[in-house]
């Protein structure tokens, strides 16, 4: 080698320069080409990333606004299903007097002897009314066109007199506790329109200050036009309330005795047929109390809400607000009513982008370009319908759904964009200047490398060249002589070992052919067994669930037997969603009593399936046996199914309810989903079970836990048992079918069948679901009182 080498200098130094030329060159090239890669890269990923950040902190603002507008219209909500409680107790204690003539008589008289106050009256010869004095709980005032030539009250409006003192027992409670209210109060039918109203205040007195004439007038037409009449058409079609509710709101307007903005919550009472109004029960809220609510609302630094009726009238928002959507606040007391009412209307707004606003439904967020100072800066704002009420205003009652908005300048939301943009920019600057840094050390290190490493790399690369070249003539015996411990003395010991291996396997390359190929020979036998056994254990796992499906539908109940309670319609689906479900139904029938239960074992396929087949057979065990009480049937149910679960080792447990039956009472035990009850008058009830038992299988003995409840039933009533793959069935969209829906569902179904409404209901989940998959078991059964 060393002879070879001095033979061709010349040779070796035009190597070398081709050497230094090519890879400096190559070298240069890469650098240049994966710098400038890389540079360009972080530029792309400085772009994606303030992109990406933007997106996803617009999303989470706008999310973040959302969430606020609904939870500040719930809060709306819950003060006005609050007042609407209350007023519905009130009206529900004069309603039952109502109902009960005998019973009124006695508790006015009751009250008439123990609070003579209430019920007795002082003429007053300015005003030609009658009022009590003060220090009953509550103030009655009887007009003149009520009183007799003696000025005392008419027989008639005597007794309401005394029957409507009932308010001094309710009412202070209910303004005590509950929703803050400013008063409750009675007022009687057109012909005897007597006002009572707790706490006690110059009632009578205010009215002759501020509203001239009222006395000589109909109550009824000279402050509340067109709503006696409206409620008088419901008595007759209850179809025609605009809201499927009795409680009437009015629009804000000013109230008499107190001078605040007021709304006012009616519920009507009704005569004992139904078929005309007996007055009304209400309360008041003062508007501050909404107000309150959207007021607090701040969203950023300067956001903030507003509460509007359908037609754009204003009527909460704090003072930055109203200047800002740029609203003009006036009183309108030119109507045919006697009340005066609050006029603050998006309509009137300075700024057209408000008074062009929609409040007739809901389209998330939406930009606005508002004037400020000559300029028009961008707001987001967002509108949130509340639930629709019944609303009286100088009229008959109409349908109306307030909106709750919230505001906010884009400006303030998107100041943590601009921050997290201005850093990314600030860091990809600074990533830029060292890449280039890094890019101009390496060139020099690399130039310096590849001059200094040459020379070396040149003898060692000749000496492997002829290397190569006696092996290419087959002469495996060469080998190189290491003369450097460096990367090319690397790649001489490699060659060497590479001559050996190929000297060595040339010699042995039959032999290990014929080795290699008896063990792939070998190992397809291995894998055509695994295969068989295989094939074996899916034929027999399929048989053993079809099996076990085969037996769970042979224990549900037949069609005839469902059909042989006559006073009963009875129908049931069932539907697993594996080959073998974890669902629960059965109707057991003992001479004239009838068992109806329904459970949902944990999760689905043979293990729930097997713990459903037990069940069903103590349940039928426990029937036949003559157990009758419902406590002690869950009770001895779990004893036997908690021993089982023990022995088998089963970690499955199931809710499980029972409706019993025997001709007169329905009765509920055991816990489980909601009972829907569908009234044939069109009233839903929802019935929880959680208080009547505890999951059976968890403890051995939950006598303790179990309660029952009795259930109204009558003729033309439908009741809904489910297992939670209904209401928790989900659509492509990851909606949930929920609770309401099916109670929809069997509210529209409720003069079908039982049959039908199961099959009807059935039919709108599977629509609801379309292509989703089906994760739970779905079971309903539908029982109606003939």
């Not at 209901?761 to 292509?771: K, Q």
């Amino acid at each position: 080698m060393n002879e070879n080498s001095s033979k061709r200098p010349a040779r070796l130094g035009s190597f070398r320069a081709k050497f230094i030329l090519v890879v400096g060159g190559a070298v240069l090239f890469d650098l240049l080409v994966s710098g400038g890669l890389a540079l360009w890269n972080v530029q792309r990923l400085s772009r994606d990333a303030t992109l990406e950040v933007g997106q996803g902190l617009e999303a989470a603002s706008q999310e973040y606004i959302r969430t606020y507008a609904d939870s500040t219209a719930a809060q709306v909500s819950l003060l006005l299903r609050q007042v609407h409680s209350d007023v519905g107790t009130l009206a529900g204690v004069l309603q039952a007097q109502i109902d009960d003539p005998e019973r009124n008589s006695d508790v006015g008289a009751a009250i008439a002897r123990t609070s003579p106050g209430s019920v007795s009256l002082v003429y007053d010869e300015k005003g030609k009314w009658s009022q009590n004095l003060p220090g009953s709980a509550s103030v009655v005032s009887v007009w003149g066109y009520l009183l007799g030539p003696d000025h005392r009250p008419k027989p008639d409006i005597q007794r309401d007199l005394e029957t409507s003192a009932v308010l001094d027992i309710v009412a202070p409670s209910l303004l005590q506790h509950g929703a803050s209210k400013l008063q409750m109060y009675y007022i009687g039918p057109k012909e005897r329109p007597i006002f009572r109203t707790a706490p006690y205040t110059d009632q009578a007195q205010t009215f002759d200050r501020l509203y001239s004439g009222h006395n000589e007038a109909d109550f009824w037409d000279f402050f509340f036009p067109g709503l006696y009449e409206s409620w008088q058409s419901w008595a007759k079609d209850a179809k025609t309330r605009p809201v499927a509710d009795d409680i009437t709101q009015t629009a804000p307007y000013t109230d008499a005795i107190t001078g605040k903005l007021i709304v006012s919550f009616f519920h009507p009472l009704w005569t004992a047929d139904r078929q005309d109004v007996a007055g009304t029960a209400g309360a008041d809220i003062t508007l501050e109390q909404l107000a309150q609510i959207v007021e607090n609302v701040k969203v950023a630094q300067s956001g903030f809400g507003f509460l509007a009726m359908s037609d754009g009238n204003v009527v909460a928002i704090n003072s930055t607000g109203e200047k800002t959507l740029g609203l003009r606040s006036a009183s309108d007391a030119s109507g045919a009513s006697a009340l005066t009412g609050l006029e603050r209307s998006l309509k009137g707004s300075s700024q057209p982008a408000i008074a062009k606003l929609a409040l007739d439904r809901e389209l998330g967020i939406q930009h606005l370009l508002l004037q400020q100072e000559g300029n028009e800066v961008p707001y987001i704002v967002i509108v949130k319908k509340l639930p629709a009420t019944n609303l009286w205003s100088s009229g008959p009652v109409r349908q109306e759904a307030m909106s709750l908005g919230v505001v906010v300048p884009e400006r303030e939301i998107q100041a943590s964009l601009y921050a997290a943009q201005a850093k990314i920019s600030e860091a990809t600057n600074r990533i830029v200047l060292y890449q280039i840094l890094a890019i101009l050390m390496s060139l020099l290190i690399v130039a310096i490398a590849v001059f200094a490493v040459s020379k070396r790399i040149t003898g060692g690369i000749s000496a492997l060249a002829d290397a190569a070249k006696r092996i290419q003539a087959k002469d495996y015996s060469v080998r190189v002589a290491i003369t450097s411990k460096d990367e090319v003395g690397e790649a001489g010991e490699a060659f060497n070992r590479m001559a050996e291996q190929i000297s060595y396997h040339t010699e042995n390359l039959e032999q290990l052919v014929e080795e290699r190929t008896a063990q792939i020979e070998d190992a397809k036998e291995e894998i055509s067994t695994l295969n068989a056994q295989l094939q074996r254990e899916n034929r027999r796992l399929g048989t053993e669930l079809a099996v076990a499906e085969r037996i769970q539908l042979m224990v549900l109940p037949l069609h005839q037997e469902l059909e042989e309670f006559q006073a009963l319609e009875i129908a049931a689906y069932m539907r697993p969603a594996e080959e073998v479900g974890g669902d629960y139904y059965d109707v057991l029938k003992n001479g004239s009593r009838l068992k109806i239960g329904i459970g949902d074992v944990t999760g689905h396929g043979l293990e729930s399936g097997v713990l459903m087949l037990m069940v069903q057979s103590v349940a039928r065990a426990l029937q036949e046996a003559g157990n009758t009480d419902a406590v002690k049937f869950l009770t001895d149910l779990n004893s036997a199914l908690f021993k089982n679960i023990v022995r088998t080792k089963i970690d499955k447990h199931l809710t499980l309810a029972f409706l019993d039956y025997d001709g007169k009472e329905m009765i509920l035990s055991g816990q489980h989903e909601e009972v829907v009850v569908v009234r044939a008058n069109g009233k839903v009830e929802r019935i929880d079970t959680m208080d009547l038992g505890i999951p059976i299988g968890l403890e051995a003995d939950i006598s303790a836990f179990i309660k029952t409840r009795e259930i109204a039933f009558e003729a033309g009533d439908l009741i809904l048992l489910h297992t939670d793959g209904v209401t928790e069935a989900e659509n492509d969209a990851g909606e949930l079918f929920g609770i309401e829906r099916l109670c929809r569902e069997a509210l529209r179904l409720k003069d079908q069948s039982a049959e039908k409404v199961v099959s009807g209901i059935v039919a709108t989940l599977m629509l609801f679901i379309g292509s989703q998959k089906i994760y739970d078991d779905i079971t309903l059964l539908a029982v109606r009182h003939r």
